[in-house]
């Protein structure tokens, strides 16, 4: 088979680690991977479905290469998270499509785009993995050249009644830490200095056997994989995301005791209300959470916070989101992602009515973007006369001096390049604090 195929990725890193398998499956069974859906025999967009807009995106961009390939169409696939909840309703609802792949049929990719070649009509798979398949991507296939992404655990269980994730991902399912931690020597060894353990919910690893865990100690298996990933050597390790009812005091013990676990915990609240928070069934209240912050925020070493929260979702009152403005204003968030609530279609959540009107929305999330700007500005400016390690990704857009990249604790570094290139490691001086980043200077590269 010698077909081209263009591969578009929306959504979380999870898509972007199912894109880099379904690239290598691609490659070895024959296909091209081109950049150019002007010119692919096959299109293929790897969807996200979390809010309406995300979801929206795909039959934007269907549209588009329709326009783009009037004189000879492509065969056109959506593969993700639209794919597994919409299922053959695409065929109808988008003529364009030929393929529709689920969320676990990336494996089965090259088959199913095989038979769409060969002239049959609506080819779908929304099944499960096979119990032989594979995760692994060799260090070779990755989207980025200098941060790697290792998913742990896939699905989710938690069925928090706004989310439509676990309908779209399926069951939990963990990954052997001995798979694991393979994968990241063979990163390590090529040359990758940053990876991140992704996962719905990392925290809530728990794989079928002890295999690779053995001799690292911890109360939770992913307290213990912290520690086993800590140990390949790995230079900067970084997991996301964590559930904070699963988020035990053993994870912030494992950081404090490895300087490779980087300092940086995302653990999002999603509200401040007791009310909201039970009507999402997110499994905690408002002091549970805070219970967790304080433990981070006691730890030896400082480590960045993150979140993310819903406005508006239905039956929120100005009382209860005054609740989400005590909470954060009480944690000082290094970086908070702000989100409307968008009805999901089949969650539970759906059922009840949207009820905050969409100025409401608006209001509320202006209010929590300034609040949180001025949280940020003090935590920034603390940044400025320290020492930070920072990972070159790539050249700034913004200019053409700089070189931007994370730091350890997460947050976005740029610097001169003279003197470092992407892939270096730079022990910065930050000399300035903006207003979703620092600026700094190069002290050393390595
Ligand atoms: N597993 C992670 C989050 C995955 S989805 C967790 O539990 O924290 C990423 C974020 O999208 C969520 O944290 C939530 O803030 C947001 N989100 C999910 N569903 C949403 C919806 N229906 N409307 C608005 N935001 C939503
Ligand atoms: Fe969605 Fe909740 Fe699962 Fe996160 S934990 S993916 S918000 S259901
Ligand atoms: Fe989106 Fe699916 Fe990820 S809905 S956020 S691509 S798990």
């Known amino acids: 088979m ?35 859906a002007e010119t692919a025999d096959v299109i293929i967009f790897n969807t996200c479905s979390v809010r309406e807009r995300a979801a929206h995106k795909v039959f934007t961009r269907i549209g588009e290469v329709r326009r783009l390939r009037l004189a000879k169409e492509p065969i056109v696939g959506v593969m993700g998270c639209v794919a597994q909840l919409e299922g053959g309703d695409l065929f109808n609802n988008s003529p364009s499509v030929d393929l529709v ?6 494996d ?13 009509q609506r080819v779908i798979d929304l099944d499960e993995r096979a119990e032989t398949e594979k995760w692994d991507v060799p260090a070779t296939a990755r989207t980025s050249k200098y941060v790697a992404f290792v998913p742990i655990i896939e699905g989710c269980n938690k069925f928090c009644t706004y989310c439509i994730v676990p309908y779209s991902r399926g069951r939990e399912q963990s990954r052997p830490a001995s798979e694991i931690v393979a994968e990241m020597k063979e990163l390590r060894d090529y040359g990758y200095r940053e990876i991140h353990l992704i996962g719905q919910n990392v925290n809530s690893y728990r794989p079928k056997t002890e295999a690779g865990l053995e001799g690292f100690t911890g109360v939770t298996p992913f307290c213990r994989l912290l520690r086993a990933a800590a140990a390949t050597g790995m230079e900067r390790i970084k997991f996301t995301t964590s559930f904070p009812r699963d988020f035990h005091p053993d994870i912030v013990a ?3 005791d490895h300087e490779n676990l980087c300092e940086w915990v995302h653990l999002p609240a999603q509200s401040g209300s007791n009310r909201v928070l039970r009507a999402m069934r997110r499994g905690h209240t408002a002091a549970d ?8 925020k006691n730890a030896r070493r400082r480590i960045a916070i993150t979140s993310d929260i819903i406005v508006g979702f239905p039956g929120e009152t100005d009382a209860d989101f005054r609740e989400t403005t005590r909470l954060v204003k009480q944690v000082g968030y290094d970086a908070l992602y702000i989100f409307k609530y968008s009805e999901r279609s089949g969650t539970p959540a759906a059922r009840l009515d949207d009820d905050v009107s969409q100025s409401t929305k608006t209001d509320r999330f202006l209010e929590l ?7 940020q500005r003090k935590v920034y400016d603390a940044y400025v006369g320290r ?21 350890t604790c997460h947050k976005v570094v740029n610097f001169p390049r003279a003197f470092v290139r992407a892939g270096q490691v730079a022990t910065v001086r930050v000399t300035e604090a903006k207003v979703n980043s620092l600026y700094g200077e190069v002290l050393s590269a390595n």
């Open 254 to 256: 494992a950081i404090e």
């Open 2 to 36: 010698s077909a081209t195929v263009y591969l578009e990725t929306f959504g979380c890193q999870m898509n972007v680690a199912d894109s880099e398998r379904a690239a290598v499956r691609l490659r070895g069974a024959g296909f091209g991977l081109t950049n150019s």
């Open 101 to 106: 792949v689920g969320t676990r049929a990336t």
């Open 289 to 296: 959470y805070l219970c967790r912050i304080a433990t981070i």
């Open 108 to 120: 089965r990719l090259p088959t199913l785009i095989g038979r769409a070649l060969n002239g049959e």
């Open 369 to 375: 973007e300034n609040l949180q700007q001025s949280i």
């Open 387 to 407: 020492e930070t390690r920072v990972l070159a990704e790539r050249n700034s857009t913004k200019s053409n001096d700089d070189i931007t990249g994370h730091s």
